[in-house]
């Protein structure tokens, strides 16, 4: 039998569709469920154990009672093992660690956990390089190199380790940033620490990358281009990032660099919005609507990451045929032929994002590229 550890960090992701940016502390929380945030990360370790299901009988989970794993897993009808409780209700950061060390201690084969980059912090204290584990990603921030890219990819590297196939393990990095500073504008990211992951790089994702001098010189070019495609009478959904910002700031506009700002007509017309806002925006606009997102460096999501305003439903309200992909060519080649990945929390709808998509990469210049879903195991 396969021993699985199972860690769910239940509020993460919490504030990522009601732009809250980040789900650390009791305050934050309550302020995202106040706005009518969803927990993602139960249902997505939902969706990374039904990838598992044809092997139930090969699988015995250890975890911690209701929802920081059992209940998710029994309902599944999987073996399960409890191995103690969270002390506090709803849990917090002390409940994670103590589930680590309690996992550590049954020598379970791999713990496989559902947060952000909080939580692989926390898992990094008590854990280090002891111990194999797996991210199914559940965040608003995943700058770490300790996540699948998407709850089927952690399913299907699992898969891979129950079937015999030969799976490198190695050290990756553990990123966290400062949700204060992110909330006012300002990415401080650093580096926390490394765990031991199971290592497949067409289904684990990268460290996230940061902007170099020359990369902004690039943007430029791109954000001239994106300026001359844009139409009057016609609300442009302008995604976070800073190859987004650089394009807002060349319209002399100062937008949100985290955030998604809404713009008609050459002007702002709202900063820094929720899904909610959004939504309300399009119930309000009878015209055209147009999305203007950019790829995240090193790692390639384009939806999912970072942009969780952006939830299934705005983006089929929006459409596929009406979203623009803006990205400087050394970032799409740093990529090294992987694909552009889409991660909405909808697999029915990543589907319909697979195939090939336009990418402007330059001033009267743009690129077909690959994109990926990953629920089905694939990319």
Known sequence: MFKLGLIINPYAGLGGSVGLKGSDGEAIRTEALARGAEMRAPQ??????????????????????????????????????????????PSEASDTCAAASALMNQAVDLILFAGGDGTARLIADVIGTRQPVL????????????????PEAAGEIVKQLLTGQLVNI???????????????????????????????SQFLQQVKNAGTERDELAQLDVAQEMIQQLQQDTLYLVGPG????????????EGSLLGVDILLNDELVAVDVSAPQILAQLNQFSGSVKMIITAIGGQGH????????????????????????????????????????VDTNDPQLDQTFSGFARVITGYNESIMYPVGYSSEGDS
Do not use: W
Not at 135 to 150: E, L, N, R
């Open 170 to 200: 190695a050290e990756r990095d553990v990123k966290d940033i400062d949700e204060d500073a992110f909330r006012n504008g300002q990415v401080r990211a650093r580096f926390y620490g490394t765990l031991l992951v199971p290592e497949d």
């Open 44 to 89: 997505r370790m939902a969706r990374a154990l039904q990838f598992l299901l044809p092997f139930r009988d090969q699988i015995e989970i250890f975890c911690f009672a209701d929802n920081m794993g059992d209940a998710i897993a029994r309902d599944l009808g999987f073996i399960t093992h409890v191995v103690g409780a969270a002390q506090q209700s």
């Open 135 to 150: 991210g199914v990603p559940s965040g608003v921030k995943m700058h770490s190199g300790v996540y699948a890219i998407s």
């Open 302 to 341: 384009i939806l999912g990451r970072g942009n969780q305003q952006f939830t299934p439903e705005i983006l089929q309200r929006v459409g596929k045929e009406n979203i623009h992909i803006i990205a400087a060519r050394g970032k799409i080649l740093a990529l090294n032929g992987r694909p552009l990945l």
């Open 242 to 253: 800073s190859t987004t910002h650089l394009f807002l700031q060349e319209l002399g506009l």
